[in-house]
């Protein structure tokens, strides 16, 4: 525990460096029109690069068994490594490439009737990040587009869901910087 809590220390000494706009924290408005919830955290590490790392909720109906009336819940987590391209002093604008990595787990039930979905995805996207007003903070919109490899298993009573491969990948942010 003591050399987590060295790390942690060390880290957030190395990150305080950063002027100007470095936290973005931002929500995913389009996973709310699907029944789930995914708030982000971004923090420069530099001129040229940035970590961000989102948690997700989702509740979404789902069939189980013999019943359709289900409540499926789960939650996730995502991590990017954002390479900004354009070099200015704030490295959470502008155009970026960035791997990703994900995974999350649902679970279902209903009656006697359990299952359990989990998947893994790793890919690449590339996007843009808008901060708009001025002085060091403002309003953020990201845009990004790429592809993932997604490996999903399940157990239980849930059945029929084949997600093994190469997925198109859509995503937006909105968010304030400071």
């Known amino acids: 525990m003591k050399k987590v809590f060295l790390v942690a220390v060390l880290a957030l000494t190395a990150l305080s460096s950063v002027k100007a706009q470095e936290n973005v924290v931002k929500v995913n408005p389009l996973g709310l029109l699907f029944g789930s919830a995914q708030f982000g955290y971004e923090r420069a590490l530099n001129e040229s690069s940035a970590v961000e790392l989102s948690l997700a ?65 790793a890919g690449a996207v590339a996007g843009y990040q808008w901060v708009f007003g001025g002085g060091d903070s403002g309003f953020a919109l990201d845009l990004n587009l790429g592809a993932q490899y997604i490996s999903a298993s399940t157990s239980g009573d849930i059945s029929g869901v084949t997600i093994d491969g190469i997925l198109p990948r859509l995503g937006l942010s909105l968010g304030y910087a400071w």
Not at 105 to 117: D, I, M, P, V
């Open 57 to 121: 909720y989702s509740s979404v109906s789902a069939t189980v068994g013999s019943d359709s009336d289900a409540n499926a819940t789960g939650f996730g987590a995502e991590g990017k490594y954002k390479f900004y391209f354009s070099s200015n002093k704030d490295a959470v604008r502008g155009w970026y490439g960035a791997p990703v990595v994900t995974y999350a787990s649902t679970k279902a039930s209903s009656g006697s009737s359990e299952g359990k979905l989990s998947f893994f995805g």
